[in-house]
């Protein structure tokens, strides 16, 4: 995998919308901490740009994006915000400039589809806060895209009930691929899937309901994508639904059920994903990940 360069004081970070809109008011923290970093801020052309529930049309945010890929004076290119809407352009991108030149493409949730077609090319992600509602995330997940965006050591540990199964002491070493669990299950059988062979896997989910996470892991399990990975990682399961006859179980217990059968570790509670403490994940990279009773720590 190709790590795109690191940022210095002065470079510029495009911000583009690639799926829902989204005001220039709405972005004024994410500038402002672009600033205190040291780093220039150019928007888009979706940012403003309205068609219904998108920043403008799909012919707008794919323009929008190939340009801020193409355009050299760029380092960075950070997603204002999710939704749905990315995998509507997706095929409408030209990567063959920027699989040269790759720089940093920043967010997560929506932002999936781009991580996992990125990956297929060779390169490195960020999966990290977009921009809108960065100032509401905690000061560890905004200093994680800093450190990860300059190049600086990054380590990322916590604490907490740490691997659910098979979790004797270990260290597993593998590369560290996934994102938003609905982007992925719709992106199986397209140019854009996940390649789970031998890698470490980690997902995190919205607003979805019970059995919807129980048909996604299925249809994953079926095809073939859970059973020889390194480790499967499991971040947020945020505000889960339910219908009025209970499913019977938790987004992490349907997870766990599924891939009991598999010899490897599952850790749960990750801090990254639609919590809070969304702490930055550079997926595409060679990881090293820690397991002990009480403590994992991811490097990388």
């Given amino acids: 995998m190709i790590t795109p360069k690191s940022l210095q004081q002065g470079d510029t970070v495009a911000i583009v919308s690639t799926a829902r809109k989204i005001t220039k008011e709405e972005l004024q923290p994410a500038l402002q901490l672009l600033k205190s970093w040291g780093l220039k801020a150019v ?22 994006f190939q340009e801020m890929m193409d355009d050299p004076n760029i380092k960075a ?7 749905y809407g990315t995998v509507r352009i997706i095929d409408k991108l030209d990567f063959s400039s920027f699989t040269k030149i ?29 921009c809108l509602e960065i100032e509401n995330k905690t000061e560890e997940a905004r200093e994680s895209i800093r450190k990860v965006l300059f190049g600086e050591e990054y380590t990322l540990g ?13 260290i597993v070493e593998g590369e560290l691929i996934g994102g938003n669990l609905s982007v992925l299950y719709s992106l199986v059988g397209s140019a854009s899937e996940i390649k789970t062979e031998g890698k470490i896997l980690f997902i995190e989910d919205l607003d979805e ?8 892991m299925m249809n994953l399990k079926r095809s073939g994508y859970l059973k020889n990975l390194k480790a499967l990682v499991i971040g947020g399961m945020t505000q889960m ?17 599924l891939v009991k ?35 994992i720590i991811l490097n990388f």
């Fill in 158 to 170: 916590f604490s907490g009930s740490g691997a659910a199964i098979n979790a004797a002491t270990q």
């Fill in 209 to 216: 309901m019970l059995y919807h996470i129980d048909r996604m």
């Fill in 241 to 257: 639904k339910d219908n009025k006859v209970y499913f019977g179980k938790t987004a992490e217990e349907t997870i766990m059920d």
């Fill in 261 to 295: 059968e598999y010899n490897y570790p599952v850790i749960l509670n990750f801090p990254a994903g639609h919590i809070l403490d969304n702490r930055a994940l550079i997926l595409g990279r060679e990881v090293k990940l820690k397991i002990s009773k009480n403590n």
């Fill in 43 to 64: 928007l888009g052309k979706t940012i403003g740009a309205e068609e219904n529930q998108f920043a403008g049309s799909d012919e707008l945010r794919a323009a929008d």
């Fill in 102 to 130: 790759p720089k940093w493409i920043i967010g997560y949730s929506d932002v999936t589809v781009l991580h996992s077609h990125i990956h297929n090319l060779g390169v490195e992600t960020l999966h990290a806060q977009i």
């Fill in 77 to 83: 290119i950070w997603c204002a915000r999710g939704g």
